[in-house]
């Protein structure tokens, strides 16, 4: 057997007895390992039945991202901005953006906050004004968790804070997209293994032998310059190990299955439309209703550009018909959102967080009847887990005539769902965007994952349709693509898509 060890094992066996406790921490201090090759140690040592774990303790850590750091050093900005306001009157919102230099989504959310709870008010003209209520307690929280954070400079371990506390980081942390928040939530677990098994007979071997796990593994150009390699000595070879198979190149998986896709809607008489990568927050979000100042943006944690940040002009009149919209509904039918359109942070340039910006882009040059669809890769500031990715794939679409209703809609996703995903089982579930009413997401069952959304979808709003010259109702879609194909492909993991293990490759394919 101490032929088929690795150094990593052998000094592990050698270093610990049958007693000692064994944590990737303490394989990191003993042995300087690094965190991956203690846990590698960890698995190869157990698949031989050496090594097994006896407990998993998770915890829960507050790490203060950079975003946190700014909100140390300035302050928060609700308390910036009601001293703001205590100071200077009722103002707009765009005038306390400009006057504390924040972002206009930020204002907006701190204002819906403190509107809540009372501390202020909105007035004629759209102006925000003090109400004289003490702020409340969660800031004061706040500001102290911040500032016990700079001050230990390490993160904050959940079983330290009060109940109070927690209530209060709630809403000052995220596990996924930790843009803009003081803090993002890290989850880890402490495993505590022992050596079992053989593992004291293995090291009376590798003592007997003189093997130490300091051997060298391979011969480098350094070690015969230096000529340290007479000093050491070195790994044994095997020599019978075959050669890796040279297999030829076939087309991907993941890559048919997206042709088969278009392949479906374009049978199906739908038009592909695609856009640029890099686009204005216009399109992304102003064209789509999303106001400017309003928490909603938080629905899309997006990636902007250093540089150029803005875009040099927004076409006409779609500029002004959307700034009407939103100012006070223009010639919708609605009130909008009373506010002064921001035409600088409209140009703002960002990586494309959602494939409904190429409907947006495709409305006013759209023919009635019509259907479209785009396959759009997607940027959002995500941790990446089993069915979310920072990269990943959409398909878009719109249906437009006098006669689409929600009925049209729904059997679309059936369709994506069932034929293209291959899913058994399927629930719509109440939906909230705020380019759509009504609004509705589509879930599938996945036999290892359980439920999950597959996608979003609705009647896009007058709002967004008039202000493109479109006056007939318009059923649009977004679904994740990569999600329909941990379904259609047989796998448990969206990064499973990416694999860079070409026999796993090769069986999806075979799956597929």
């Known amino acids: 057997m101490i032929k088929n060890l690795h150094p990593l094992e052998i000094k592990v066996l050698l270093r610990y007895g049958q007693n000692d406790e064994l944590t990737s921490e303490r394989l990191k ?36 991202t950079d975003f946190g750091r700014k909100v140390a050093d300035t302050g928060m900005a609700e308390p910036r901005i009601v001293s703001y306001l205590k100071e200077n009157g009722a103002k707009t919102m765009q005038e306390i953006a400009s006057a504390l230099g924040l972002e206009n989504k930020d204002v907006g959310s701190a ?9 202020l008010s909105m007035g004629e003209g759209g102006k925000a004004s003090y109400t004289g209520s003490p702020l409340p307690e969660r800031l004061t929280i706040a500001d102290s968790l911040i500032k016990r954070a700079v001050e230990k400079n390490a993160p904050l371990e959940q079983s330290e804070l009060s109940d109070r506390e927690k209530e209060v980081m709630a809403g000052l942390t995220k596990k996924r997209g930790i ?40 011969v480098t150009p350094d070690l015969l310059a230096s000529g340290n390699w007479r000093k050491g000595v070195f790994r044994g070879y095997n020599i019978s190990i075959p050669p890796a198979r040279i297999i030829p190149g076939r087309t991907n998986p993941y890559v048919q299955f997206l042709e088969s896709v278009k ?5 199906l008489g739908f038009q592909e439309f695609d856009g640029p990568l890099v686009e204005t927050e216009f399109w ?16 899309h944690d997006v990636y902007r550009i ?17 700034a009407a919209v939103h100012k006070n509904g223009g010639n919708t039918g609605s009130r909008g959102w009373n506010y002064e359109f921001d035409n600088e942070f409209t140009r703002r340039l ?61 059997g679309f996703l059936r369709m994506f769902a069932v034929e293209i995903a291959g899913a058994t089982e399927v629930k719509y579930v109440p939906g909230y965007f705020p380019f759509t009413e009504p609004s509705i997401e589509v879930h599938i069952k996945h036999p290892k994952l359980g439920w ?37 492909l047989g796998l448990n993991d969206l990064r499973e898509l990416f694999c860079e293990d070409i026999e796993r490759v090769r069986l999806r394919k075979a799956k597929f």
């Not at 992304?284 to 629905?299: E, S, W």
């Not at 649009?476 to 194909?485: H, N, Q, S």
Request: aromatic share 10%; charged share 25%.
């Open 306 to 322: 250093k540089n150029p940040t803005h875009a040099n002009f927004i076409e006409e009149p779609y500029l002004s018909n959307v």
């Open 452 to 488: 999950f959304e597959l996608g979003g979808s609705g009647i896009f709003r007058p709002e967004v349709t008039k202000a493109m010259g479109i006056d007939v109702p318009v059923a649009a879609w977004g679904i994740g693509i990569d999600r329909m194909a941990l379904m259609a």
């Open 29 to 64: 201090k003993d042995l300087n390992y690094k965190e991956g090759h203690a846990n590698q140690a960890f698995s190869w040592l157990s698949g031989k039945n050496l090594l097994k774990e006896v407990s998993r303790t998770p915890h829960v850590y507050y790490e203060l």
């Open 111 to 119: 204002f819906g906050s403190l509107k809540k709870e009372g501390i």
């Open 350 to 410: 960002i990586m494309r967080s959602q494939g409904t910006v190429l409907s947006a882009h495709q409305l006013h040059k759209a023919e009635i009847p019509g259907k479209y669809f785009g396959i759009a890769r997607c940027f959002r500031y995500d941790k990446v887990d089993a069915t979310h990715l920072s990269d990943f794939y959409q398909t878009e679409g719109i249906v437009l005539g006098e006669n689409v209703n929600l009925r049209t809609l729904l």
């Open 263 to 267: 392949d479906k809607l374009c049978a």
């Open 284 to 299: 992304n979000g102003d064209a789509l209703f999303m106001p400017q100042f309003h928490a909603a943006r938080d629905i």
């Open 179 to 218: 843009s803009e928040t003081p803090f993002k939530t890290i989850e880890r677990e402490t495993v505590v293994s022992k050596l079992v098994g053989e593992f004291a007979r293995v090291a009376q071997e590798l003592r007997a032998a003189g093997i130490s796990g300091n051997e060298f593994g391979e």
